[in-house]
């Protein structure tokens, strides 16, 4: 691995003001984009769905088609905030035994074969299992660059940043349209590396359009932070990536992408279709009306 993780250290900050981590892939990925006024696309992939050696094939894939930043999901037995196509791909992937070390271990091969940002998107209970430190330490030596524990509150997460940071590991934070002025300030303070912005309440799962409230939402955590924002659930198409690259930094796109895994009868056609699903979106980030001005 050419660039470890653990290799960068976090700065120390004052309370209530946004960690300062050395740069990193992810920050160096938005920088780029933002030079090139484009909006970014992070994939979210289910790990070990329909096994971890398919997902290496599938990751690799989504970053060959032009995947910015890639999403890994811890499978969890209890996946309160997905919806039906990610809850049946964790399903999958616990029967094949994916765990969130295995998942580690497949960061570690990732990284033979692409310098891709990658997050781990996990449920807190798997990460405590595992014991902070030792999360902490086998996260960054494998390569991975940030982590957003879904069910994480900000009131229990000082020790989690505390460890996270101190292992050059961004900590993302989910920002909603219920979330006041007050706690998306809270919110953008202890988030590294980008922003993640819910589009709308409810579970993750396709749809045809966007809520028209997303724009204000987007308007609001820009008076917050200046990390760049992202902005998932519901995201599939290109025009939906359209009316993103006016307000937004990257799309997060996820449910779509586990479909065509789903639906695929074999491991080559999943990676074909995911590259396809991403080459399709991330061209409309290129162009037209979706570029950043």
């Known amino acids: 691995m050419s660039e470890p ?4 250290s976090a700065a120390a900050h004052s309370p209530g003001q946004p960690a300062k981590l050395a740069d990193g892939r992810i920050s160096r ?5 933002s030079e090139a006024g484009e909006l970014g696309i992070i994939a979210y992939i289910t790990a070990g769905d329909p096994s971890l ?3 290496e094939k599938i990751v ?3 970053a060959d088609a032009g995947g910015d930043v890639i999403e890994l999901g811890v499978p969890f037995s209890d996946p309160v905030a997905d919806g039906p196509t990610i809850q049946r791909a964790s399903e999958r992937a616990l029967r094949a035994g994916t765990t969130l070390a295995r998942v580690l271990d497949l960061i570690c091969r990732l990284r033979i074969h692409t310098q891709v940002p990658l997050v781990l998107f996990s449920y807190f209970n798997p990460i405590l299992q595992m014991g902070l430190e030792e999360f902490a330490n086998a996260a960054a030596s494998a390569g991975a660059d940030g982590v957003l524990a879904t069910d994480l509150t900000l009131e229990e997460a000082s020790d989690y940043r505390r460890i996270l940071h101190a292992r050059g590991l961004d900590t993302i934070f989910l920002g ?8 998306l300030k809270q919110i953008a303070a202890a988030t590294t590396g980008f922003l993640y912005l819910i589009s709308r309440t409810g579970v993750t799962g396709e749809r045809e359009a966007l809520p028209e409230e997303l724009p204000a939402l987007v308007r609001r955590a820009r008076g917050f932070t200046k990390l760049p924002i992202a902005v998932g659930f519901g995201i599939s198409l290109p025009t ?3 009316v993103l690259g006016g307000i937004a930094d990257a799309a997060v796109v ?3 992408l586990m479909v065509e895994i789903e639906k695929s009868a074999t491991v080559d056609a999943a ?3 995911v590259a396809e699903r991403i080459r399709i979106l991330k061209r409309a980030a290129r162009e037209g009306v979706s570029r950043r001005g």
């Open 29 to 33: 990925r938005f920088r780029e984009l």
């Open 240 to 242: 939906h990536v359209t």
């Open 254 to 256: 996820g449910s779509a």
């Open 60 to 62: 690799r894939a989504a």
């Open 5 to 8: 993780a653990i290799s960068k």
């Open 271 to 273: 990676a074909a279709a």
């Open 176 to 183: 909603a349209p219920t979330s006041t002025d007050a706690r």
């Open 53 to 55: 050696e398919a997902t």
